[in-house]
């Protein structure tokens, strides 16, 4: 689909620059106005192929401004923090420190078993008859 259809199909002038927000709202209104589930059943074919070509050009549109705005903004992410992030999403810290979470979760788990380990081997080699010592 065309960029200038898709705006005219959500109620855009051809020559206009919508904003995502703006984006989004023209298509919740038309897919409203058309969705199929409104219609009875002799009119619901017409309402399927109208709401899957509002779908298509909110899809269109998004893709588009995205690919505008994106250029720039992903390059002030990089220069500015050095990594950049995911369009509209947050850091991923957990997911950076989920390995070293991991590492030394580990290292105490076995570290505490092999203690374990040890301290029966201990048990076994030199066993004790003071009752008060375990």
């Not at 899809?59 to 220069?79: F, I, K, N, P």
């Amino acid at each position: 689909m065309q960029v200038d259809d898709a705006r005219e199909l959500l109620g855009f002038s051809s020559d206009s620059h919508p904003t995502p927000s703006q984006i989004k709202a023209a298509y919740r209104r038309k897919a409203w106005e058309s969705h199929p589930d409104r219609f009875p059943a002799h009119e619901k074919s017409h309402a399927e192929s109208k709401f899957k070509s509002i779908s298509e050009a909110y899809s269109c549109l998004q893709a588009g401004t995205r690919l505008e705005r994106s250029d720039h903004a992903t390059y002030a992410r990089v220069v500015r923090t050095g990594v950049p992030r995911v369009y509209g999403g947050r850091s991923n810290r957990a997911l950076v420190m989920a390995p070293f979470f991991l590492l030394i979760f580990g290292t105490v788990a076995l570290g505490g078993l092999n203690a374990s380990r040890a301290y029966k081997r201990q048990k076994e080699a030199y066993p004790s008859h003071n009752p008060f010592l375990p």
